[in-house]
DNA sequence: AAAAGAATCAACCGCTAGGCG
DNA sequence: TCGCCTAGCGGTTGATTCTTT
């Protein structure tokens, strides 16, 4: 029963509203970055990473809680077939949205409904190194700062958002469903004949040049 | 009404890239 | 050039909530 008290003691666990204040007041004041010092200078008692996570994914301006919308949806869809699973870029697509709502948005409630079980896990996924390397340019746009005004919801509509939840599901797994008609059965990593059937041209507007620049056979095994 | 199982999602972990001294 | 530190990413875990029996 020997206990580590070298260490300072970092809090793990839920996130109460009194740590998001003090997190949300500290980075209001003294702006983001030095994640590891903010713990200290704030009196957090949590890690670097976790104020980092937590301020990037619920306490950040804009950030848009709550269900996602078909078009959302069909863009997640689209930018995963392209992109595999690159969580953040496929974020920085959706307005308001996190790579970690994304990711789990995916796995939860897209993901199983993918045609004859095929899984588009990160069993698929070509290059799971790509991302690594695409970061640097991918974080020129990076998910929360290209967001219009006006689209924070309030945190403590969670539960009430929950008690939504299962109905609001049911009407977006039929809504999904359709969508699923523009879903692409060729393999992620498209090659010369693979057919992309998009129903609006606008989508080419959310596509950075580095994913055009793969896209176009430039990135190796594309 | 209670218990069990399933589904969901917030948070953590490990790893890598890039910046800086 | 090397090593350290920080930020960011995707994968995974675990707690909570919901649904079913």
Redesign the pocket.
Known sequence: MESKEAKPK??????KPDEDLVLKTYVETHG??????VSKKSGLM?????C???W???LRPNIK?G?MSQEEEDMIIRMHKL??????????RLPGRT???V???W???LN?RLPSGKRM??DS?PD??K???L??L??SQ??GNTIPAGSTEELEG??Q???E???V?DVR?QQAAQSMNYYIESPMVPDNNATFIFDDEPFLAYWDSFVLFESIGCGGDW
């Open positions: 970092v809090k793990k666990g839920l996130w983001e970055g030095n994640w590891s010092t949590r890690g670097g990473k976790s980092r996570l937590r990037k994914n619920y809680r269900g992109l595999g699973n690159r969580w953040s870029l496929i974020a920085g790579d970690n709502e990711k789990n948005y796995n939860t409630h199983k896990s990160a996924t799971q190194n991302s690594k390397r970061r640097s991918g974080d990076p998910a969670k539960s958002e929950k008690g939840r299962s109905a599901n797994t």
